[in-house]
């Protein structure tokens, strides 16, 4: 028989829910972004995104179950990520999660959301792909994992200060680009010169598995404001603009790439996972395959709308549920990432 599970994510400024089965197989998976709320702040303010988790939520969820042809009777395991993320939105997910698997007298599983978007590629690709390197670039992390299976995860290396998404953002606001800022500086390198600027690239041939994205972002800055000056209008549209988006997105990409390359080479695996919002960015997919090839290893990445935050990923619940990990009904949500 059949165990369909459903699972939120509210970690952020996605609500979002997913239906899939124990195979894992995805029946629906159902996004709201909250993009236009928090678009006036230049960046997510958390009392307004845990606000509209709770307006959002339950039509999220009756959406995605009516894609999926289920209904909520049906449910036999409820999925919840409840780390890491802001925890006010965090708190909404999980505590309808709880109520919705009490209500039903199911089983409650929680998942981690890096480990999670990791785990996207696994769902994406139909079959096993650990042990693994996994690569997760997002908004709030950038980190290098040791995936020794889909439920035991090494952290072998993060960043020290910004993470690779959060200097997309900030590049985006000192461009006067759009939020988020990352597709919006993808849009606009497409006309720009990835040479034209000379960006630092920290730790690039350093042993150590971390990353730093603060001085590239201060290198960006005083590019288009000039040394010392932190203050400024954006520049307008033009080949300037386009050049320093060009510029920071290769130096990010150079970084990330030759990371990665070194993760494969230190634990000696042949197989790189990629996942969070961050991996969408086409030149990034691109030179990652690129040095995989040369690595002789093997590549997963999500299609794009499974790599930015969704309830899909969640499937990692399945592995928990498999050996009866559940949760129990005093499961907190936790704003830092701690491993598992
Ligand atoms: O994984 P995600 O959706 O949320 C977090 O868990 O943080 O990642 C969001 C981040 C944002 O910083 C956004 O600017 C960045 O991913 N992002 C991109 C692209 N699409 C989203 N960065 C570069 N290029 C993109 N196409
Ligand atoms: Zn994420």
């Known amino acids: 028989m059949t165990t369909y599970f459903l699972a939120l994510e509210t970690s952020c400024d996605e609500t979002a829910a997913a239906v899939f089965t124990e195979q894992p197989a995805l029946l629906a998976n159902v996004v709201a972004s909250q993009t236009n709320l928090h678009a006036r702040f230049g960046g997510v303010v958390p009392e307004v995104a845990a606000r509209a988790h709770l307006q959002r939520l339950l039509p999220v969820v009756d959406e995605a179950l009516r894609q999926a042809g289920v209904r909520l009777e049906q449910i ?25 698997a009490l209500a039903l007298d199911v089983p409650l599983v ?17 079959r096993d792909i650990f042990p693994c390197v996994g690569l997760v670039v997002s908004g709030g992390h950038t980190a290098l994992f040791h995936c020794h299976s889909a439920l035991s995860f090494e952290l072998l290396g993060t960043t020290i200060d910004d993470a690779a998404g959060e200097a997309f953002d900030k590049v985006a606001s000192i461009l006067g680009l759009d939020f988020p800022g990352g597709p919006a500086v993808e849009r606009e390198a497409l006309a720009g010169n990835p040479r034209a600027f000379r960006f630092p690239r920290s730790f690039m041939h350093d042993k150590r598995l971390d990353f730093s994205f603060s001085g590239l972002k201060t290198a960006v800055l005083y590019t288009v404001h000039g040394q010392g000056v932190a203050h400024g209008p954006p520049p307008g549209p033009g080949l300037l603009r386009a050049n320093v988006a060009a510029s920071f997105q290769q130096a990010v990409v150079e970084v990330l790439v030759e990371k990665a390359r070194q993760a494969l080479r230190q634990t000696g695996l042949g197989c790189l996972a990629v996942g969070g919002g961050v991996s969408a ?14 690595e002789g290893a093997e590549i997963f990445i999500p299609p794009r709308e499974l790599c930015t935050d969704n309830a899909a990923m969640a499937a990692i619940a399945v592995e928990k549920w498999r050996r009866q990990q559940w949760a129990s009904l005093d499961l907190d949500a936790v704003a830092a990432y701690s491993g598992t």
Do not use: F, W
Not at 79 to 100: D, H
Not at 110 to 126: D, K, M, P, T, V
Not at 281 to 294: A, D, F, H, I, S
């Open 110 to 126: 929680s998942a981690n959301h890096l480990e999670a978007h990791i785990y996207a590629c696994r769902l994406a690709a139909g």
């Open 281 to 294: 960015n086409r030149t990034l997919r691109t030179v990652l395959e690129q040095m995989v090839k040369e």
């Open 76 to 100: 036999g395991c409820l999925a919840v990520l409840n780390t890491p993320g802001l925890v006010g939105a965090l708190l909404v997910g999980v505590s309808a999660a709880k109520m919705l």
